[in-house]
């Protein structure tokens, strides 16, 4: 067997090992925000990873010849531009899905997760290895998105991309749906849950404390 | 003499040191540029689908609106009207003569046409108010069973648009749609819930005195002319109250209103 190439270990680190979201605690705010319907994040998903791969690819192009005093703001500036774009195209292409998204798509910029991957990884690689580093990345957060967006969807509506997957109880089947899996809390224990599963799996993910319980010494009160 | 040939007047920029200042300049503008282009270019082609969604969506929300009355369906099929669309003149509270659905947008376009609104009158938040609007009618024989008045205004955290529905008494509300916002996601947009929608039917605006009495309540709604506040909402319902009140009143639809009343539209 042969050793996986660089590139290839570029593009699956990310999915699990190095995931964004749920070792970096990255773009969560996002992430409980539009995995009400698995419709929506997936094309939440898709917006973020085509922003990342296309600001990862054109920073990448120009690294040598960006002024570090004014790094942050050209990065910026890039990312902002190409999240508007991809709002005008979703406005224009997907208006139902882009009408529920809302301010979302707009907030990629704000994204830690974009910015964070150009800073640290685009600046310093060529185009191609940092496309893949984005895309990897994207993918890694589209991955928690649709298992996030696919476990409320189906217990909050029964439902699966639109389809009626668990008979609902009011329709004369068994199911009642669980009107927690529809409110923004939940996607706190669902990412929760996943990253305490992920850390149990692997347990060389799990930060050390960073603060010691203080000592009482003995016989104060 | 100095070299003007562009390849390698770029070449030597490419070659200056990054902290440059010259190049910090042209790096920020070029790609400004790239990105105004970008931005601009999506805008102005994509613009034209965008604004045939955004119709075909205020169509939908009309028709899920009149559907919403009680008897308008009934109505509609005995009638075997469809809605018709009126330009009216909200300075004169008559019907436009010179606008019509088609030259509509043309006319707004012109700043003439609009109205500025001084702090006192403008409680919608609008700045300035257009002439001409274009509203939709039912009409029962002679009779206008119900009316449909596009209504706007500054939210929370930006523009809401709406339709507002009214009966055949032009003091009763029959339904609202919301056909724009962007109100804070689980709280201000509430607004757009069926459940809260529906209780501003049968909702009166003004009472036997003709006093312009409309509001969301704060908490529950207390009298006939209130319907219940959204919780958590206070600016966006509050907002809602001063939209409806403001396009009701005498800047508003409030002239137009009393002429259909009186039985002169």
Redesign the interface.
């Known amino acids: 067997m042969t050793a996986p190439s660089p590139l290839w270990s570029t593009l699956t680190q990310p999915l699990i090992r190095q995931n964004p979201v749920t070792l970096q605690i990255l773009g969560i705010c996002s992430a409980l925000a539009v995995t009400t319907q698995l419709p929506t994040a997936l094309t939440m998903a898709g917006s973020l990873t085509i922003v990342l791969a296309l600001s990862a690819g054109i920073i990448s192009l120009i690294r040598r010849h960006i002024p570090d005093a004014i790094r942050l703001i050209v990065q910026i500036v890039i990312v902002a531009s190409l999240v508007i774009v991809i709002d005008q195209l979703l406005q224009a292409y997907l208006f139902e899905i882009s009408q529920s998204l809302s301010v979302f798509v707009s907030l990629i910029t704000t994204n830690c997760l974009v910015l964070g991957r150009t800073e640290s990884f685009a600046r310093h690689n060529p185009p191609l290895p940092s496309m893949i580093d984005a895309l990897g990345n994207g993918l890694g957060y589209s991955l928690v998105l649709i298992a996030i967006g696919a476990v409320r969807e189906l217990f909050g509506a029964g439902t699966l991309l639109g389809y009626q997957v668990l008979p609902l109880a009011e329709q004369g089947g068994w199911f009642t749906p669980l009107a927690l899996m529809m409110l923004a809390p939940s996607a706190f224990f669902l990412l929760g849950g996943l990253v305490w599963a992920i850390r149990t799996v692997r347990p060389e993910q799990a930060e050390p404390p960073e603060f010691a319980a203080p000592q009482i010494p003995e016989g104060m009160e | 003499m100095a070299d003007l040939n562009p390849f390698s007047a770029w070449r030597r920029l490419?070659a200056l040191p990054?902290?440059?200042r010259t190049?910090?300049v042209v790096?920020?503008f070029l790609?400004?540029a790239f990105?105004?282009v970008?931005?601009s270019g999506?805008?102005v082609i994509?613009r034209p689908?965008?604004a045939a969604?955004r119709a075909a969506?205020q169509q939908a929300r009309i028709e899920a609106l009149v559907a919403g009355v009680p008897g308008m369906t009934q109505l509609m099929a005995e009638t075997g009207g469809t809605l018709s669309t009126v330009v009216v003149d909200l300075t004169k509270a008559r019907a436009a003569t010179e606008v019509t659905p088609e030259t509509l947008e043309a006319a707004l376009a012109d700043m003439a046409n609009w109205t500025a609104l001084s702090a006192g009158e403008d409680l919608a938040g609008l700045g300035s108010r257009p002439d001409y609007a274009q509203i939709f009618l039912l009409r029962n024989g002679e009779e206008i069973s119900l009316m449909l008045l596009p209504i706007s205004g500054a939210g929370y955290n930006g523009r809401i648009d709406a339709i507002l529905a009214l009966t055949g008494d032009m003091h009763t509300i029959a339904g609202l749609a919301i056909t724009g916002q962007?109100e804070t996601?689980?709280l201000g947009?509430r607004i757009e819930e069926p459940a809260w929608l529906a209780s501003f039917s049968g909702v009166k605006t003004r009472d036997a005195r003709g006093d312009l009495r409309f509001a969301v309540a704060k908490g529950q709604a207390g009298t006939e002319y209130e319907v219940d506040g959204i919780t958590g909402a206070t600016r966006t319902s509050s907002a809602m109250t001063r939209i409806i009140r403001f396009w009701l009143g005498p800047q508003g639809y409030g002239p137009l209103i009393e002429a259909v009343r009186r039985g002169e539209f």
């Open positions: 490419l990054n902290e440059s190049k910090t790096m920020a790609v400004s990105c105004a970008l931005v999506a805008t994509l689908i965008q969604n969506e962007s996601p689980g947009a």
